[in-house]
């Protein structure tokens, strides 16, 4: 298993950024894939975004794409996720997850492991 800790969440005014980090431990982190899904109240977790193990492939959300980017650094253990022009819809906690293998997926069934999310408000 691979411990995951994000942070970097807070209350934004609508057009602002965040940074977002995901910090793992436990095991090998260049040996896994990994996304930053969301939850917003009452809806269901829904990918935003994910990345493969050495960064060669990408893949975003419609609704994020453009304003998003998400990054590692397999020589710290961190992925991070980069959030612009953020729009009260952006608002959720974000959880970052992790799967075996080099190959990023788009189903939180696919992923193994999971952070305890960090907070994104978006005021209007």
């Known amino acids: 298993q691979v411990q995951l800790v994000e942070s970097g969440g807070g209350l934004v005014q609508a057009g602002g950024s965040l940074r977002l980090s995901c910090a793992a431990s436990g095991r090998t982190f260049s040996n896994y894939a990994m996304g930053w899904f969301r939850q917003a109240p009452g809806k269901e977790r829904e990918f935003v975004t994910a990345i493969s193990r050495t960064s060669d492939w990408t893949y975003y959300a419609d609704s994020v794409k453009g304003r998003f980017t998400i990054s590692r650094d397999n020589t710290k253990n961190t992925v991070y996720l980069q959030m612009n022009s953020l729009k009260p819809e952006d608002t959720a906690v974000y959880y970052c997850?992790?799967?075996?293998?080099?190959?990023?997926?788009?189903?939180?069934?696919?992923?193994?492991?999971w952070g305890q999310g960090t907070q994104v408000t978006v005021s209007s």
């Open positions: 997850g992790a799967r075996v293998g080099s190959a990023a997926r788009t189903a939180a069934d696919d992923y193994d492991n």
